[in-house]
């Protein structure tokens, strides 16, 4: 029998009950949240359970949200079922001021490298990472970029009009 | 005139004089400017492209183009041998302190040519941004700056002509900028 997202979802809510939240499908994608100390738990089980086997991590990156007061920092992981090409999405929210989620370099090693770039470019601690320091910006870099009180463009120039760029 | 009527034209001479005697010539003139006739005319790149410039240089080198029309064929994948860094793309400021390292390994005399918007001030897209160098000459000094997005190759040609120029004119530094203040006025 072919895996589909209310499959995914009927076990996810068996398995966890209420931790899991959210749930939504858009562009026909499973997407749904957890709390951020159970990011592992949820995981390890898409990763051992036989039918669901998200054996494959397509993706890992963060968002920043200012206004979400309390839980500005979303984990976003991607994966892949390999066998049926199935995917799902799932995030876990931290606070901006102690954002420390646990490493998924445990159970996938292609966490290491984008863990890194998470790091980078949010400041998010992996907790239990072997080896979190930059990857892309230089190391005496003092602050996350991809954080939105860092301002995109220098503010005073005006020879760029937003008309001219389409936006 | 013709460009490349300009080019023969600021090409064909040699430093030297030749004078002519019963037995065969003789080469007179001043050492420097034979000196500085010969580097112009045997300038080695270092292959060096950071982003999508080194496209343009690459097309530069290869058949259509051909910068080894004009002394520049033998492209060095090492410093220790090059003559001339052609700064191809934008500079992050994860690889200004590369580029430094590469310019001084380079032995002198040495010379660079920016080109690009990205190497001449940061670039038109990135120019604000929280990794980019703004501009190649914070870190090395240049000699020719090339503007485009990318320069198309005969510009590049036309930067490697100038860097001749440049060359078998001879003056430091301080008088190209007294000069070009004098012809201003």
Same mark, same amino acid.
């Given at each position: 029998?072919?895996?589909?997202?209310?499959?995914?979802?009927?076990?996810?809510?068996?398995?966890?009950?209420? &931790?899991?939240?959210?749930?939504?499908?858009?562009?026909?994608?499973?997407?749904?949240? &957890?709390?951020?100390?159970?990011?592992?738990?949820?995981?390890?089980?898409?990763?051992?359970?036989?039918?669901?086997?998200?054996?494959?991590?397509?993706?890992?990156?963060?968002?920043?949200?200012?206004?979400?007061?309390?839980?500005?920092? &979303?984990?976003? !992981?991607?994966?892949?079922?390999?066998? %049926?090409?199935?995917?799902?999405?799932?995030?876990?929210?931290?606070?901006?001021?102690?954002?420390?989620?646990?490493?998924?370099?445990?159970?996938?090693?292609? &966490?290491?490298?984008? %863990?890194?770039?998470?790091?980078?470019? !949010?400041?998010?601690?992996?907790?239990?990472?072997?080896?979190?320091?930059?990857?892309?910006?230089?190391? %005496?870099?003092? !602050?996350?970029?991809?954080?939105?009180?860092?301002?995109? %463009?220098?503010?005073?120039?005006?020879?760029?009009?937003?008309?001219?760029?389409?936006? | 005139?013709?460009? @490349?009527?300009?080019?023969?034209?600021?090409?064909?001479?040699?430093?030297?004089?030749? $004078?002519? #005697?019963?037995?065969?010539?003789?080469?007179?003139? #001043?050492?420097?400017?034979?000196?500085?006739?010969?580097?112009?005319?045997?300038?080695?790149?270092? #292959?060096?492209?950071?982003?999508?410039?080194?496209?343009?240089?690459?097309?530069?080198?290869?058949?259509?183009?051909?910068?080894?029309?004009?002394?520049?064929? +033998?492209?060095?994948?090492?410093?220790?041998?090059?003559?001339?860094?052609?700064?191809?793309? #934008?500079? +992050?400021?994860?690889?200004?302190? +590369?580029?430094? @390292?590469?310019?001084?390994?380079?032995?002198?005399?040495?010379?660079?040519?920016?080109?690009?918007?990205?190497?001449?001030?940061?670039?038109?897209?990135?120019?604000?941004?929280?990794?980019?160098?703004?501009?190649?000459?914070?870190?090395?000094?240049?000699?020719?700056?090339?503007?485009?997005?990318?320069?198309?190759?005969?510009?590049?040609?036309?930067? *490697?002509?100038?860097?001749?120029?440049? $060359?078998? *004119?001879?003056?430091? @530094?301080?008088?190209?900028?007294?000069?070009?203040?004098?012809?201003?006025?």
């Amino acid at each position: 029998m072919a895996l589909t997202n209310d499959i995914i979802q009927q076990k996810l809510q068996e398995k966890f009950g209420d &931790a899991v939240t959210n749930f939504s499908q858009p562009y026909g994608m499973l997407t749904f949240e &957890a709390p951020k100390e159970m990011n592992l738990k949820v995981m390890q089980f898409l990763y051992d359970d036989d039918q669901l086997a998200f054996r494959f991590l397509t993706d890992l990156c963060a968002v920043h949200f200012p206004d979400n007061k309390g839980n500005e920092l &979303a984990v976003v !992981y991607h994966l892949h079922n390999l066998v %049926e090409n199935v995917r799902i999405r799932f995030r876990v929210f931290t606070s901006i001021d102690q954002p420390d989620v646990f490493t998924a370099t445990q159970l996938f090693s292609s &966490a290491n490298w984008q %863990e890194r770039e998470t790091y980078d470019f !949010y400041g998010v601690n992996f907790v239990g990472h072997p080896n979190l320091k930059r990857i892309l910006n230089v190391d %005496e870099m003092d !602050y996350f970029p991809m954080r939105k009180e860092f301002p995109l %463009e220098d503010q005073v120039r005006i020879d760029k009009d937003d008309e001219m760029f389409g936006r | 005139m013709d460009v @490349r009527e300009q080019i023969k034209e600021s090409n064909k001479d040699f430093a030297g004089q030749i $004078i002519e #005697t019963p037995t065969g010539g003789i080469i007179s003139g #001043t050492f420097d400017d034979i000196v500085n006739w010969a580097r112009s005319n045997s300038l080695w790149p270092l #292959t060096f492209a950071t982003s999508c410039c080194g496209i343009e240089m690459m097309s530069t080198a290869s058949a259509k183009y051909d910068f080894s029309r004009f002394g520049f064929e +033998v492209a060095r994948a090492t410093p220790r041998q090059a003559d001339v860094i052609i700064i191809a793309g #934008t500079i +992050v400021n994860k690889m200004a302190p +590369v580029l430094k @390292r590469l310019y001084d390994q380079m032995p002198d005399p040495k010379y660079v040519i920016a080109m690009g918007a990205c190497a001449i001030s940061g670039g038109p897209f990135f120019y604000n941004t929280y990794s980019v160098v703004k501009g190649a000459d914070h870190v090395i000094p240049v000699d020719v700056y090339i503007p485009g997005c990318p320069p198309r190759p005969e510009a590049l040609l036309h930067s *490697l002509i100038a860097l001749q120029e440049k $060359i078998k *004119l001879g003056w430091t @530094r301080a008088q190209i900028r007294e000069n070009s203040l004098a012809s201003k006025v």
